[in-house]
Structure formats: structure tokens, C-alpha cells
């Protein structure tokens, strides 16, 4: 894609690139979020190459200078801003890292590594207002349910964690909640490399949140590799069953958050049923709709499991 082609697009916002001395290499992400935001490659006078993000809305763009100022005097790795643009309602960045697929692909050695500074880097964040809280139920689960409601009988979804799902949220049970990415998914990471080590990290802070769990955000983060499972089936295998291995030996607080980030993963459907509702295609989701089915069974037992506990806890204290 080349720079008349981005700035010809019929959009409400555009970013000139010209103006301020850039030059377009690549359009980062994909075009249908381009209604929110359009993120590229770009260079300046020097050659040096930058990534500047524009948003539709002054509030998200505002957010990415926040979140990014916020990590930084936490002494946490983030993209450096080095131009705001504030009527454009745009921000550059340096260019950091490498995507981390693109990297786990092309570094197959590296992967458990890769996948292990995923995993500290998420709980390393997680640390930065970390308290207990009583559970909640994540926004996007919340979403989807209800969408569910309008499908009825065509596609119900988590039917079984829906169900027990009311005990679960008038328990007392507590879990652990800091700092972190609603939307952990692959596309949204960058590794970085370096003689001593390899370090990961986020890049997109349109969700970030100070009420996530870091084994939540891993569980998410494992579920979104389904989206190179058809290219690269045993190198997903094989990361699979590295993250799997990453939360063996976990609480089972910690195995629930995990399961129940990899179904809220599942839970971005909600776009596509709303679409299928009305061009009457739902049975294009049955591939999909059959893995959620059985994340449902795995957190409905999860579920179950933590709920007898808390009832034999509360016996103990009453006798």
C-alpha cells in the first residue's frame, strides 16, 4: 500500500505525512480498524523509522499518551514518543521491536523464551496497583451474553458458565487485579532482542485497564493463536502446549482466570453473530462455536470447583 492509497481512503482523519517531514513505508493495522485508528511505518528527515498511530477520537488518542507516560514513571519498557501532534489527534513513536510472530516464525529456538518474557512482562505490569477485589465479570464476556439472549435458541453461548455464573459473582471470592491489556492478543506484541536477552512487549494501549489478572491476560493471549493456526499448525502446537506448561502447578484461582481469558478471547465473536443475525448465516460459527462449547465445560467445572471450596472454607469457620 503506498501513501495516496492511505490518503485517499474515504476516511474522516488523515495524517500528513509531508507536512511534517515523514514518509510512509507500511499501514500496520488492518483496515477495518481503520474507522478508529490508523497506525504506520513511517520515516523522518533522517531516515530513522517511527510508528505513528492517528485516532477518529481526541479521548483515545489522549489515552495513548497517558498509558505510555504512566508505564514510564513505573519504570516499565513502552514504546518512546518522540512527536505529538495534537490536532491531528496523532502520536510518533520509535520504532520498537519485532512483531512477535513474525519473530516466533522466524525463530523457532527462541520460542519458549519469547513466550516466557510474554508471560513476565504481563505479570510484571500486573504488579503496578495490584490489590484483591471481589470478581467481576469482564466487560467483553458481559457483552456477548447478552448478545446471546437476542440469538435465543440459534446460539447460546457459555450456556453451562452462565448458569452458575450468578453463585460465582455473589460469593465473596477474591482474586488478584493490577495493571494491564484487555486485548492481549499476538498481533498486539513486539520482541526485542539483545545480546543478553529477549524482552517483550505491548505497543497497543488502547485497552489498558487497571482491573485485569495477568493469568487472565496469558489466557487470552493463548486463545488468540488460533489466528495463525492455519499456516503454521505445529508451531501453534508447539506454543500451545509451551503456555499450557507456563501455568502448570497454578492455584486454582489461577487455572480459572486462565481458562476464563481464553474464552473471553472466543467471546470478539460478538461482531460476527451480530452480523450473522442479520444475514441469517449463523452456522458459519459452528467450527468455532464447538472449541467455545468446550472452554464453556472446562470453566463451568473450574467454577464448580472453586464455589465447593468456598463453601468447606466457610463450614471450617463455622464449626
Not at 131 to 149: A, W
Not at 279 to 302: T, V, Y
Request: glycine share 4%; proline share 3%.
Amino acid at each position: 500500500m503506498n501513501n495516496n492509497t492511505l490518503l485517499n481512503h474515504s476516511l474522516s482523519f488523515n495524517f500528513p505525512l509531508e507536512k511534517y517531514g515523514y514518509s510512509l513505508e507500511k499501514v500496520l493495522n488492518n483496515e477495518n480498524r481503520w474507522q478508529d485508528k490508523i497506525v504506520c511505518s513511517i520515516l523522518n528527515s533522517n531516515g530513522r523509522r517511527c510508528v505513528s498511530t492517528t485516532y477518529t477520537k481526541e479521548n483515545d488518542y489522549l489515552k495513548l499518551i497517558e498509558n505510555t507516560s504512566f508505564l514510564n514513571c513505573n519504570n516499565k519498557l513502552s514504546p518512546r514518543i518522540v512527536g505529538i501532534y495534537p490536532k491531528d489527534k496523532t502520536i510518533i513513536c520509535d520504532y520498537i521491536g519485532e512483531f512477535l510472530a513474525d519473530y516466533l516464525i522466524s525463530n523457532p529456538s527462541d520460542i519458549a523464551l519469547c513466550l516466557a518474557s510474554v508471560f513476565d512482562y504481563l505479570k510484571d505490569i500486573n504488579s503496578i496497583n495490584k490489590s484483591l477485589k471481589k470478581f467481576f465479570l469482564p466487560s467483553i464476556i458481559k457483552t456477548s451474553l447478552q448478545l446471546s439472549e437476542e440469538l435465543k435458541d440459534d446460539f447460546e453461548l457459555l450456556p453451562k458458565f452462565k448458569s452458575i455464573l450468578p453463585k460465582l459473582e455473589n460469593s465473596d471470592i477474591r482474586f488478584t487485579y493490577g495493571s494491564g491489556i484487555e486485548d492481549p492478543h499476538i498481533w498486539n506484541f513486539r520482541i526485542i532482542k539483545t545480546k543478553d536477552n529477549i524482552q517483550a512487549l505491548t505497543t497497543d494501549f488502547d485497552y489498558f485497564t487497571d482491573d485485569v489478572n495477568s493469568l487472565y491476560e496469558l489466557g487470552y493471549f493463548y486463545a488468540t493463536f488460533r489466528w495463525i493456526k492455519k499456516t503454521s499448525p505445529s508451531l501453534v502446537c508447539r506454543i500451545e502446549e509451551i503456555i499450557l506448561s507456563l501455568i502448570q502447578g497454578q492455584n486454582l484461582k489461577s487455572e480459572f482466570m486462565f481458562w476464563l481469558g481464553a474464552i473471553s478471547s472466543y467471546c470478539g465473536y460478538r461482531d460476527s453473530l451480530r452480523n450473522l443475525m442479520v444475514n441469517g448465516g449463523i452456522m458459519k460459527l459452528q467450527e468455532q462455536h464447538q472449541l467455545i462449547q468446550q472452554f464453556d465445560e472446562k470453566i463451568f467445572c473450574l467454577t464448580n470447583k472453586l464455589l465447593v471450596n468456598i463453601e468447606k472454607a466457610t463450614e471450617l469457620v463455622i464449626c
